[in-house]
């Protein structure tokens, strides 16, 4: 027994292993992220783990998905071989006299790979089985697209190696040393790494050939010609650049045709390369800067901080519309209040009051009907697809008048896609004709290009530009998600917000007010096709310079940078900054307003639909029957108190920062209901608030009954089907028959 352990340990797989552990924790910490990510102990909420469990490659999970992410572990597998290779060689001297040397180091050098090709498989065969329902056959298809992905760029890659190792060994005498005077760093280096070891720290027994077999180190001749086995490591280290040089060169040529579909392959592939390219990085700087390498890594992380602090190399990311060459406007308190005047305020109220009457005119006997208000959360895809539903449904209900009946639409983020998505269908006339598909539009993935951006566009140089109302632009990944969403969308909503301008005015569809954050001090930015400067300051609007100004007009502060000709995706966009996806958009202005997320300031679209309902209480008292507040939310107002389980050591330390995030909803949700508690008080007439919620919880009875969909832009096929069922639950069903009974009396247009 004794003899079998020593024989395992001083084995070259086992003492690689070590070597990694010892030295190569940076390479090992990589692959425990790829573990955490599709096992879902990372990103578990934004559905990280379904982007390699189910992967789409367009719109499709099949053979060629898998094929597609097998090909992306199949390069990270020789990235960490090369790397490996190139860092680590050179202790294992034996190897060099070895025939096709790489190939058999990176055979032995395989443990890690193999098992964390061993955990997936297993878990993506169980996620297929128990979540998507997938046959026998399907999963057959799925793994050998997987294991034939790995083999087709494994193959290409140890082609290439034993061809060139070949010509080692045929001409070492001459070509080789030419090559290798040619290249005075590089044999430098490596003499440098051979004196390092004049002797074995890492002592070997055997290793494994190409049939598995265990081989004596015993049995290979003498290797004290260093000189020979610096000609077979340098030439082998040679080649690995080479191919660290094609790959890159490879991803920056697709990013030349990234918005060819056929090209846009699935997110955990790229994900996975974008980790092959921060192996081959962090076996770079660790191969040419030695001990040195931390603080290159760091004076590296300090160039490239400069360089983007200064703008140098990389563009900020714009609005498509909006003329950038026009002058930056001051974006300052008296900028501010200069734009948001007490005239300005007038005239703004005026103006609606228009639409207000246009909206009048429509019914027989206004008095007898109520006007109806949409709020809709935010929640990436999960909400998109959900606010699609519930009005679908709910429109339904109302005989096909939810959008007459509506005067104003307000959100976040994917709710007020959806939202603007369904407007639009009702503009056109297309309700009935896309009644089966629209559900299907809208689940489609959206995060796949956006991905597949990062990879080959954001993380080098952009190199590509667009053109937008006679404007040129950068491609980054914010326009590849704003032009996939138009794909999928079938090209409605790929006009400028002023296109809306006549349609809302004539109360032809409901008005949308966008609300993004203003980065800088948390203000909303409103954007609509309308002047509402009324939004962002108080009813009782005076001139006095000390009063505060809470939400900004885009239309008043860039109007002389073409507000109008801002692209409508551009803006539902800015409304739907989702972190670390979609680039957050820069304004032109001084300072320059950066913009995130509207969910920050409220998920709901409450506030807004309430300050909406105050400024023009009096009008809507007198002409109407009263108001309903259409709440459609991706999440339970009143979900079950989650048990939280004993905290580690770093949950203790996060746990103040991560319970306010956490929480950020709820903590919004009493806001709002304290908001609304306080409208019936001075709203002088009816007031009624219909909630029609995705519940995740209904009918689970433990935590592992609860079928949330995941919090992205993607979403699995057994995700679409709850969100699309579930508006047919007990409490929806209440809720939808409650909105039937509140405008039951209304007239019809």
């Known amino acids: 027994m004794r003899k079998f352990f020593e024989a395992v340990i001083y084995s070259l797989p086992f003492q690689l292993a070590f070597l990694h552990v010892r030295k190569n924790l940076a390479l090992l910490a990589l692959w425990a992220i790829i573990v955490a990510a599709f096992s879902g102990g990372l990103g578990k909420v934004y559905g990280i783990q379904y982007l390699f469990l189910d992967p789409e490659y367009q719109e499709q999970v099949n053979f060629w998905s898998f094929f597609w992410v097998g090909m992306a572990f199949g390069n990270l597998v020789m990235a960490f071989h090369i790397t490996s290779y190139i860092l680590d060689g050179h202790r294992f001297r034996f190897v060099g006299v070895l025939q096709r040397p790489f190939a058999k180091f990176s055979l032995n050098n395989s443990i890690v790979p193999l098992l964390v090709l061993i955990a997936y498989l297993a878990t993506m065969i169980g996620f297929q089985v128990e979540n998507e329902f997938a046959t026998k056959m399907d999963i057959v298809l799925y793994v050998l697209g997987f294991l034939s992905g790995i083999t087709a760029l494994m193959l290409l890659m140890f082609l290439y190696f034993r061809f060139t190792n070949k010509d080692i060994f045929k001409f070492v005498a001459s070509t080789v040393d030419r090559q290798l005077r040619k290249s005075l760093i590089s044999r430098h280096r490596m003499m440098g790494k051979l004196k390092e070891n004049k002797q074995d720290k890492y002592k070997v027994r055997s290793y494994l050939d190409f049939k598995l077999r265990v081989r004596s180190t015993e049995a290979i001749v003498d290797f004290s010609n260093r000189e020979a086995v610096l000609k077979v490591f340098d030439q082998n280290h040679f080649n690995s650049v080479l191919v660290e040089l094609m790959f890159i060169g490879v991803i920056l040529l697709l990013g030349l045709f990234m918005d060819y579909p056929f090209l846009q392959i699935p997110a955990a592939a790229s994900s996975l390369v974008i980790l092959s390219i921060a192996i081959m990085l962090i076996g770079a700087i660790s191969f040419w800067f030695k001990g040195w390498g931390l603080a290159f890594a760091i004076g ?12 140098i ?9 909006l003329d950038y060459n026009a002058g930056k406007i001051s974006y300052t308190i008296e900028s501010l209040q200069e734009s948001h005047s007490k005239a300005q305020f007038q005239h703004d109220e005026l103006h609606m009051l228009k639409t207000l009457e246009n909206w009048k005119k429509k019914w027989p ?37 939810l959008m007459q009946q509506s005067v104003l639409i307000t959100g976040a983020s994917g709710g007020a896609i959806g939202a603007a998505y369904y407007r639009e269908l009702f503009r056109q006339g297309l309700i009935q004709q896309k009644k089966d598909v629209m559900l299907t539009n809208m689940g489609k993935d959206n995060l796949n290009p956006v991905i597949f951006s990062l990879l080959v566009n954001d993380l080098f140089i952009k190199l590509q530009s667009y053109e937008y109302a006679g404007r040129s632009y950068k491609i980054d990944r914010g326009y590849s998600f704003e032009q996939n969403l138009n794909r999928n969308l079938e090209g409605v909503l790929s006009g400028k917000i002023s296109d809306y301008r006549e349609a809302e005015e004539n109360a032809e569809i409901p008005t949308l007010i966008l609300s993004p954050t203003i980065a800088n001090d948390g203000r909303k930015l409103y954007i609509s096709s309308q002047p509402v400067c009324y939004m962002g300051i108080s009813s009782e609007v005076t001139n006095d310079p000390s009063r505060k100004i809470r939400g900004a007009d885009f239309q008043a502060l860039f109007k002389n940078q073409s507000a109008s000709d801002l692209s409508f995706l551009s803006a539902l966009r800015m409304s739907a900054s989702f972190p670390y996806i979609t680039p957050s958009i820069s304004l032109p202005s001084e300072p320059r307003i950066e913009i ?13 639909a309430l300050k909406f309902i105050h400024v023009f209480r009096e009008w809507i008292e007198e002409n109407t029957a009263g108001i309903v507040l259409v709440v459609i939310r991706d999440t339970k107002s009143n979900s079950p108190i989650e048990d939280r389980p004993i905290p580690s050591v770093l949950d203790r330390i996060t746990y103040p920062i991560a319970s306010v995030y956490n929480n950020l909803s709820s903590m919004q949700d009493i806001n709002n209901d304290v908001r609304i508690e306080k409208a019936k008080d001075w709203f002088k007439g009816d007031f009624d608030v219909v909630e029609i919620a995705y519940d995740s919880h209904y009918n689970a009875k433990t935590e592992s009954d609860i079928k949330r969909a995941s919090l992205s832009w993607h979403l699995t096929s057994l995700e679409k089907k709850n969100i699309i069922e579930n508006v047919d639950i007990e409490s929806n ?11 039951r009396s209304s007239s019809t247009p």
């Open 300 to 311: 590296l992380y300090v160039l490239v901080n400069f360089a983007i602090k200064n703008e």
């Open 733 to 743: 069903r209440a809720q939808l028959l409650r909105l039937k009974e509140l405008l």
């Open 365 to 401: 006997d206004p008095r007898k009907q109520k006007m109806v208000f949409l709020c809709v959360s935010g929640g990436g895809q999960r909400a998109a697809l959900w606010t699609v539903n519930a009005l679908s449904k709910a429109d339904s209900v109302l005989d096909g008048t």
């Open 313 to 321: 190399g990389k563009e900020v990311n714009k609005a498509a519309g």
């Open 596 to 608: 995130m997320d509207a969910g920050i300031s409220d998920n709901f679209g409450v506030s807004d």
